[in-house]
């Protein structure tokens, strides 16, 4: 069994960055890891996910700001996210695939509990 943990959150202000992290323990290796966000009152979105090998896909809302990374030695994928806006704002879930990469919720397998990200002035 998979278990995903976030940190990395917090409330920053229009243009700041901010750096989430998520660990998996359990088998993770080879596997797709991807980020997605909900903000109030909306359908959870796809944000950015990366290969096993580093191959990365970004949702068209966040590319050219945010970068997805992965260190396979330690578990860990995170998600730089520069140039943040007040849209940005939601709860972010780290997601672990079975070993298909995809832009949907219906391709990961396991989920973290959520991390809250609010971009406010």
């Known amino acids: 069994q998979v278990q995903l943990t976030e940190s990395g959150g917090g409330w920053v202000q229009p243009g700041d960055s901010l750096r989430l992290s998520c660990t998996a323990s359990?088998?993770?290796?080879?596997?797709?890891l991807g980020w997605f966000r909900q903000a109030p009152g909306k359908e959870r979105e796809f944000v950015a996910t990366?290969?096993?090998?580093?191959?990365?896909y970004y949702g068209d809302s966040v590319k050219d700001r945010f970068a997805i990374s992965r260190d396979n030695a330690k578990n860990t994928v995170y998600l730089q996210m520069d140039s943040l806006k007040p849209e940005d704002t939601g709860v972010y879930y780290c997601?672990?695939?079975?070993?298909?990469?995809?832009?949907?919720?219906?391709?990961?397998?396991?989920w973290g509990q959520g991390i809250q990200v609010t971009v406010s002035s």
């Open positions: 359990g088998p993770t290796a080879q596997s797709p």
């Open positions: 997601a672990g695939s079975r070993g298909v990469i995809g832009r949907t919720a219906q391709s990961y397998s396991y």
């Open positions: 990366i290969s096993w090998r580093g191959t990365t």
